[in-house]
């Protein structure tokens, strides 16, 4: 099987209009849910380990456009973005990072682990590289079903060293699984950089390994990310296997909220800020004529006006009864 | 029902109790190393068969791959399957941890109840055929020690049939140990499978002055240590625990009662070992009931060797067992 580490081997699909403003709608979510997530954090009224996604918000965005709802994802604790991007509901989002008996997982998750299998959001792990094994299992799943089902699994740079990689990249391609392996290589895996910690320029090398296509795509291109995920999931939807997409892109802000980016230059960090994913996407959407002004403002407002409602919902919400302690253990309550 | 009985060793009723749940419900599949006829159907033959009957979809040769393997069978049992995953000898999970522990056991209580991870791990283990240090661990404390998994280790082959049955059925994350100088155990046991309940001992010989529970290959030592006993007249009652998590409190308390005094036997190592949670629920319910300290018998805090006396010593002996229900009676 032919593998590439670059994108000219991708058969382009050019989302139509409608799908790019889709596409806009889903970074301006994230990005201002972002905002706000920090905004609550530092206001004090929420404690909450924080793994901001913002700077990467084309990838789940360019990527969910391609699914459908019965379409799966796992991802990582620094995962809210590919959650948003899959549909989890505003409200059960927050009133989960909020800890309330109100969401997604009554509060005992939290931010590191949004669930919300109604959306097809399956798993949201705390442990790197972790997403992989198990996004195979619901491939094969999907595969003993006879479905069309897709399963999107997201990982960091840094997973692409752990063992889980390896395995699950192996016995995707061996069992020609569909599922889509999505490396955001954000160039930092914590706070030590890609160079050091990785042994190919690209991921997407690592891909011939495991006899299946890789490929590196600029993942803050809404366009080369639409096409190359079209690509990948098509594949997996017609049955041929699995594809890992390497897709370049750059957090904001840090590993975690409060990071100081003590390990990357000033000048590095403004330099890739200034090209903030969603502002250019908005400005191109304006440029070619594909959306006008009144109507993004429009998506903007509503974005926002939603937002604030979860916030207050969440806040607004019970917090867990301490009877749910010890339920969810097992099926049966009371086994001990 | 019949009442027909017929010979089954361990590996044969495992086999028989995995083939019965794969025809009764097509969700049931099985993964791992070996486990297809063409590679053998298991390393000692547990799923020999199966792919046969029920097709290569269902039984999956996999890659060596522990993490892979339990992903796979995390991620499917999410999907609605109900995988038997055999990781072939319980060291090997050491390399399957992350995925057992904090995915499998977690996913219900972390998702609040959204997804769940039915599925069961067979292994193999266990002292005795020199495999060395490696190969022969009990390692069922770490398991038990991690809530929203459940751990059962058989010590028949009628009890293996019955617990496979209802672990594959279980809708939580089963461990289950096989122990492999166990595996060729043949006993007569009826030809209708009975499912037997998790989380149920069974008191295999009443007994009036010292209760000894025990579990896995050990129990057999317990039953001959019970042998000399009774000769010396000393009556004593015998559980095998089969459920280790979440263990029959119930019965043993209730069986400590009444002797008032208790021997627990296990192969693993006993410090930090399943002997003392045991030992000190006892002591928590029947405080001023026991008549003599409660003895933990386990192997001493030492990796398993391979020269021949010293695993031999390693593991408990039937007249361990015999001396330390002695000695609570002195």
Request: glycine share 10%; with cysteine.
């Amino acid at each position: 099987m032919a593998s590439t580490s670059q994108t000219s081997g991708i058969n382009a699909a050019v989302p139509d209009a409608a799908t790019q403003i889709e596409i806009y709608r889903r970074m301006s979510l994230i990005s201002q849910n972002d905002e706000a997530s920090r905004r609550v954090i530092r206001s004090g009224r929420l404690m909450m380990p924080y793994y901001s996604g913002k700077g990467q918000e084309v990838i789940p965005s360019a990527i969910s456009v391609n699914l459908t709802d019965e379409d799966q994802i796992c991802t990582i604790y620094r995962g809210i973005h590919d959650m948003l991007a899959k549909g989890v509901p505003l409200n059960d989002l927050w009133a989960e990072i909020a800890g309330r008996v109100t969401g997604t997982c009554k509060g005992k998750g939290g931010p590191m682990h949004i669930t919300h299998p109604k959306s097809g959001a399956m798993l949201t792990t705390g442990i790197v590289g972790s997403s992989m094994p198990i996004a195979n299992g619901l491939a094969w799943a999907a595969k003993l079903d006879n479905s069309k089902r897709v399963v999107i699994t997201n990982f960091g740079d840094g997973a692409s060293n752990i063992g889980a990689f390896h395995e699950s990249l192996n016995l995707a391609s061996v069992w020609k699984l569909p599922v889509v392996f999505v490396c955001q290589n954000n160039r930092f895996a914590e706070h030590t950089r890609y160079a050091k910690g990785t042994s190919v320029d690209q991921i997407s090398k690592r891909a011939i390994s495991y006899g299946m296509p890789g490929y590196t795509v600029d993942g803050n291109d809404p366009f080369a990310m639409y096409a190359a995920a079209n690509a990948a999931i098509t594949r997996a939807r017609e049955g041929e296997g699995p594809t890992l997409l390497e897709c370049m892109t750059f957090r904001f802000w840090g590993h975690v909220f409060g990071d100081d980016d003590f390990y990357m230059t000033k000048e590095e960090k403004a330099e890739a800020m200034a090209k903030d994913p969603t502002i250019l996407f908005r400005a191109r959407l304006l440029t070619d004529g594909t959306a006008t002004e009144d109507q993004l403002a429009k998506i903007d407002a509503k974005i926002a006006t939603d937002i604030e409602a979860a916030i207050e919902y969440a806040l607004g919400s019970e917090m867990p009864p301490v009877s749910e302690l010890t339920t969810d253990v097992y099926a049966e309550a009371g086994v001990f | 029902m019949s009442a027909e009985t017929k010979k089954l060793t361990i590996i044969g009723a495992v086999n028989e109790g995995i083939a019965s749940c794969m025809a009764a419900d097509p969700k049931v599949i099985v993964l791992g190393e070996d486990v297809g006829d063409l590679e053998g159907g298991g390393i000692v033959g547990v799923t020999r068969g199966l792919s046969a009957k029920f097709g290569d979809e269902r039984v999956r040769s996999t890659p060596i791959t522990e993490q892979a393997i339990m992903g796979a069978a995390i991620g499917a049992a999410m999907g609605g399957y109900k995988p038997v995953a055999e990781i072939m000898l319980m060291n090997f999970t050491t390399v399957a941890m992350d995925m057992i522990i904090n995915h499998a056991a977690k996913c219900r209580y972390m998702s609040g109840g959204q997804t769940s991870a039915p599925l069961v791990v067979r292994m193999m283990t266990g002292a005795g055929i020199s495999a060395g240090g490696q190969h022969s661990d009990f390692l069922e404390a770490w398991f038990c020690h991690t809530p929203g998994l459940k751990v059962v280790i058989p010590s028949n082959p009628e009890d293996a049939r019955g617990l496979i049955v209802s672990a594959i059925n279980d809708p939580d994350p089963v461990i289950f140990v096989e122990c492999s100088r166990a595996y060729g155990t043949t006993t007569d046991v009826p030809v209708d499978i009975t499912p037997i309940p998790l989380g149920k001992a069974k008191i295999v010989q009443e007994g009036t002055d010292v209760t000894i529970i025990s579990y896995s290959e050990i129990f057999a030592r317990a039953k001959l240590a019970a042998v000399e006993l009774a000769k010396e007249g000393i009556s004593a009652e015998l559980i095998d625990l089969r459920t280790i998590s979440p263990w029959d409190r119930e019965a043993v308390i209730a069986s400590v009662a009444k002797t008032g005094r208790a021997v627990i036997a296990h192969e693993a190592v006993r410090s930090f070992g399943v002997g003392a949670e045991i030992a000190a629920t006892l002591q928590e319910e029947l405080f001023g009931k026991l008549k003599a300290p409660i003895k933990r018998l386990g192997a001493a805090f030492n990796p398993v060797p391979f020269s021949k006396p010293l695993e031999t010593a390693h593991v408990v002996s039937v007249e361990q067992i015999a001396a330390a229900a002695r000695s609570t009676l002195t």
